[in-house]
Nanobody
Protein backbone atom coordinates (compact mmCIF):
# COMPACT_ATOMS: atom_id res chain seq x y z
CA UNK A 1 0.00 0.00 0.00
CA UNK A 2 1.43 3.34 -1.04
CA UNK A 3 1.15 6.21 1.40
CA UNK A 4 1.13 9.76 0.08
CA UNK A 5 1.56 12.89 2.14
CA UNK A 6 1.01 16.32 0.68
CA UNK A 7 2.38 19.66 1.76
CA UNK A 8 2.33 23.18 0.44
CA UNK A 9 -0.68 25.04 -0.79
CA UNK A 10 -2.12 28.06 0.95
CA UNK A 11 -3.32 31.48 -0.10
CA UNK A 12 -1.95 33.82 -2.73
CA UNK A 13 -3.09 36.77 -4.78
CA UNK A 14 -3.93 36.40 -8.46
CA UNK A 15 -0.79 36.23 -10.55
CA UNK A 16 1.20 34.70 -7.73
CA UNK A 17 2.78 31.27 -7.37
CA UNK A 18 2.49 28.27 -5.09
CA UNK A 19 4.17 24.89 -4.99
CA UNK A 20 2.61 21.66 -3.86
CA UNK A 21 4.65 18.67 -2.72
CA UNK A 22 3.73 15.01 -2.37
CA UNK A 23 5.95 12.50 -0.59
CA UNK A 24 5.44 8.80 -1.28
CA UNK A 25 6.35 5.83 0.90
CA UNK A 26 8.05 4.16 -2.06
CA UNK A 27 9.11 4.87 -5.64
CA UNK A 28 6.27 5.64 -7.99
CA UNK A 29 5.97 4.86 -11.70
CA UNK A 30 3.14 7.18 -12.67
CA UNK A 31 1.56 9.93 -10.67
CA UNK A 32 -0.51 13.00 -11.06
CA UNK A 33 -2.16 16.03 -9.54
CA UNK A 34 -5.91 16.42 -9.49
CA UNK A 35 -8.24 19.08 -8.23
CA UNK A 36 -11.83 18.96 -7.14
CA UNK A 37 -14.24 21.74 -6.37
CA UNK A 38 -17.33 21.11 -4.23
CA UNK A 39 -20.06 19.32 -6.17
CA UNK A 40 -17.79 18.83 -9.18
CA UNK A 41 -15.91 15.85 -10.57
CA UNK A 42 -12.25 15.35 -9.82
CA UNK A 43 -10.21 16.90 -12.66
CA UNK A 44 -6.76 15.83 -13.79
CA UNK A 45 -4.29 18.73 -13.80
CA UNK A 46 -0.92 17.20 -14.65
CA UNK A 47 0.70 13.77 -14.74
CA UNK A 48 4.21 12.35 -15.05
CA UNK A 49 5.73 8.90 -15.38
CA UNK A 50 9.07 7.56 -14.19
CA UNK A 51 10.65 8.37 -17.57
CA UNK A 52 9.71 12.00 -17.10
CA UNK A 53 6.97 12.09 -19.71
CA UNK A 54 4.40 14.68 -18.72
CA UNK A 55 0.84 15.52 -19.57
CA UNK A 56 -1.17 18.61 -18.71
CA UNK A 57 -4.75 19.76 -18.82
CA UNK A 58 -5.19 22.47 -21.44
CA UNK A 59 -6.28 24.95 -18.79
CA UNK A 60 -2.93 24.84 -16.98
CA UNK A 61 -0.43 24.42 -19.80
CA UNK A 62 2.40 26.97 -19.66
CA UNK A 63 1.44 27.95 -16.09
CA UNK A 64 1.81 24.74 -14.07
CA UNK A 65 4.83 22.43 -14.02
CA UNK A 66 4.87 18.89 -12.67
CA UNK A 67 8.17 17.36 -11.63
CA UNK A 68 9.60 14.55 -9.49
CA UNK A 69 12.84 13.80 -7.70
CA UNK A 70 15.38 11.31 -9.02
CA UNK A 71 14.32 8.81 -6.38
CA UNK A 72 10.77 8.91 -7.77
CA UNK A 73 9.35 9.39 -4.31
CA UNK A 74 8.61 13.11 -4.25
CA UNK A 75 6.29 14.90 -6.61
CA UNK A 76 5.86 18.63 -7.05
CA UNK A 77 3.44 20.92 -8.78
CA UNK A 78 4.71 24.42 -9.41
CA UNK A 79 1.78 26.71 -10.06
CA UNK A 80 2.49 30.11 -11.59
CA UNK A 81 0.23 32.91 -12.78
CA UNK A 82 -2.51 31.63 -10.54
CA UNK A 83 -6.09 32.72 -11.14
CA UNK A 84 -9.03 32.94 -8.73
CA UNK A 85 -10.70 30.09 -10.60
CA UNK A 86 -7.79 27.84 -9.57
CA UNK A 87 -9.09 27.99 -6.01
CA UNK A 88 -9.98 24.49 -4.83
CA UNK A 89 -8.56 21.34 -3.21
CA UNK A 90 -5.63 19.69 -4.95
CA UNK A 91 -4.73 16.01 -4.57
CA UNK A 92 -1.74 13.94 -5.59
CA UNK A 93 -2.32 10.41 -6.80
CA UNK A 94 0.00 7.52 -7.57
CA UNK A 95 0.12 4.30 -9.56
CA UNK A 96 2.75 1.56 -9.44
CA UNK A 97 2.19 0.98 -13.15
CA UNK A 98 4.26 2.97 -15.62
CA UNK A 99 1.97 4.40 -18.23
CA UNK A 100 3.72 5.44 -21.42
CA UNK A 101 1.47 8.48 -21.53
CA UNK A 102 0.57 9.19 -17.91
CA UNK A 103 -3.19 9.43 -17.70
CA UNK A 104 -5.27 12.23 -16.25
CA UNK A 105 -8.22 10.03 -15.36
CA UNK A 106 -8.72 9.54 -11.62
CA UNK A 107 -9.71 5.88 -11.92
CA UNK A 108 -6.15 5.06 -13.00
CA UNK A 109 -4.67 5.85 -9.62
CA UNK A 110 -5.07 3.76 -6.51
CA UNK A 111 -3.29 5.87 -3.92
CA UNK A 112 -4.30 9.40 -2.98
CA UNK A 113 -2.96 12.18 -0.82
CA UNK A 114 -5.02 13.93 1.82
CA UNK A 115 -5.53 17.08 -0.25
CA UNK A 116 -4.17 20.62 -0.12
CA UNK A 117 -6.24 23.76 -0.23
CA UNK A 118 -5.21 26.40 -2.74
CA UNK A 119 -6.90 29.79 -2.49
CA UNK A 120 -6.29 32.54 -5.02
CA UNK A 121 -7.73 35.96 -4.28
CA UNK A 122 -8.44 38.61 -6.87
Amino acid sequence: QVQLRESGGGSVQAGGSLRLSCAASRDIHSWAWFRQAPDKEREGVAAINSDGHTRYADSVKDRFTISQDTGLSTLWLQMDSLKPENTTMYYCAASLRKWRSPPLGPSTYAAWGQGSQVTVSS
